[in-house]
């Protein structure tokens, strides 16, 4: 079973920046499409980026342009988060999925998540 573990969250101020990992038990980005989720409370569960296993990117239009997902190797996954605003406060998670995706894909069609990291954004 693959397991995904996500890091580098913690607390920013606005206007901050933070760089979320998402480290897999086995070298599946290479095949494999990631997506990056957020979850406030009391809100459903969002889609922030996706990157198919051969790079190509998708942002959802709350991003903005502050956020870029990217892939380190076949193990390691990150999405850089500039210009932090107080509405980014989240628990943010990664999944993987085989074959493609893309922002019109279902959360319940990834394969793997990981357990989250708290990001939490000061005003």
């Known amino acids: 079973q693959v397991q995904l573990v996500e890091s580098g969250g913690g607390l920013v101020h606005a206007g901050g920046s933070l760089r979320l990992s998402c480290t897999a038990s086995?070298?599946?980005?290479?095949?494999?499409?990631v997506g990056w989720y957020r979850q406030a409370p009391g809100k459903r569960r969002e889609l922030v980026a996706t990157?198919?296993?051969?790079?190509?990117t998708n942002y959802a239009t709350f991003v903005k342009g502050r956020f870029t997902i990217s892939r380190d190797n076949a193990k390691i996954m990150y999405l850089q988060m500039n210009s932090l605003e107080p509405e980014d406060t989240a628990v943010y998670y990664c999944?993987?999925?085989?074959?493609?995706?893309?922002?019109?894909?279902?959360?319940?069609?990834?394969?793997?998540w990981g357990q989250g990291t708290q990001v939490t954004v000061s005003s």
């Open positions: 999944a993987a999925k085989h074959g493609i995706v893309n922002l019109r894909t279902d959360a319940l069609e990834y394969n793997y």
């Open positions: 086995e070298t599946i980005f290479s095949t494999m499409g």
């Open positions: 990157i198919t296993s051969g790079g190509s």
